[in-house]
């Protein structure tokens, strides 16, 4: 059964701090996902990645395939950023398997 | 940018009725898929398609469920005796060229039964 643990659940932070979301998985993946989910529902992907690390603006993941790891850094956070974020990882090459997500709430 | 677009963005129906979700995704993707996200749970995976075909399905993508491309460009999801059960977030996603290429989602369409 793929397991997709994340934590924490909810994170409150001061803007400007510097965040981080954790993710831990159970099984072999082909790619780990991070999405943002906003109040209204939609799903943006944040990053796609499979080894090593990635970084876009202040935004930065890592994966550690031998751990079956993953974290989400945000940097000098910003009350936009306020929103769920999600792993997700691909097994095999069709679906994803989602974790229950990490609410952040970012306070001026 | 390109992106992935869907219709209607809420719809209501009663208990029993079919309903059709329609998604575009983006133009040049081989690679669609629908997930559901019920209210405070976690989303899930429903199915794939590519090639004009399933590829792999959930549990959840029972009888009830179907998915086509009828014209090249939409891809739809059709439940055909909804239950209240069914009330939720659908997303549609597409992916490129490769099957591992990233996944771009729609912004959901919310499915009410009565």
């Known amino acids: 059964k793929n397991e997709v643990e994340q934590s924490p659940q909810n994170l409150t932070a001061q803007e400007g701090e510097f965040i981080t979301i954790n993710c831990s998985y159970s099984v072999g993946i082909s790619a780990l996902h991070w999405l943002q989910q906003h109040p209204g529902g939609g799903i943006v992907s944040l990053f796609m990645?499979?080894?090593g690390k990635k970084k876009h603006g202040r935004l930065i993941a890592t994966i550690n395939i031998q751990e079956k790891h993953s974290s989400l850094h945000i940097t000098a956070s910003h009350p936009r950023d306020s929103a769920v974020y999600i792993c997700a990882v691909r097994p095999g090459a069709n679906n994803l398997f989602f974790g229950t997500g990490t609410r952040l709430t970012v306070i001026p | 940018e390109p992106e992935v677009t869907q219709t209607p963005s809420h719809q209501v129906t009663q208990m029993g009725q079919e309903v059709i979700l329609r998604c575009v995704p983006i133009?040049?993707?081989?690679?669609f898929y629908w997930y559901r996200q019920i209210l405070g749970q976690k989303v899930e995976f429903l199915v794939s398609f590519y090639n004009n075909e399933i590829s792999e399905k959930s549990e959840i993508f029972d009888d009830q469920f179907s998915v086509e491309r009828p014209d090249g460009s939409n891809f739809t999801l059709k439940i055909r005796s909804t239950k209240l059960e069914d009330s939720a977030m659908y997303f549609c996603?597409?992916?490129?060229?490769?099957?591992?290429?990233?996944?771009?989602f729609g912004p959901g369409t919310r499915l009410t039964v009565l």
């Open positions: 996603a597409s992916g490129g060229q490769g099957m591992y290429n990233e996944q771009f």
């Open positions: 990645l499979s080894s």
């Open positions: 133009s040049n993707h081989l690679y």
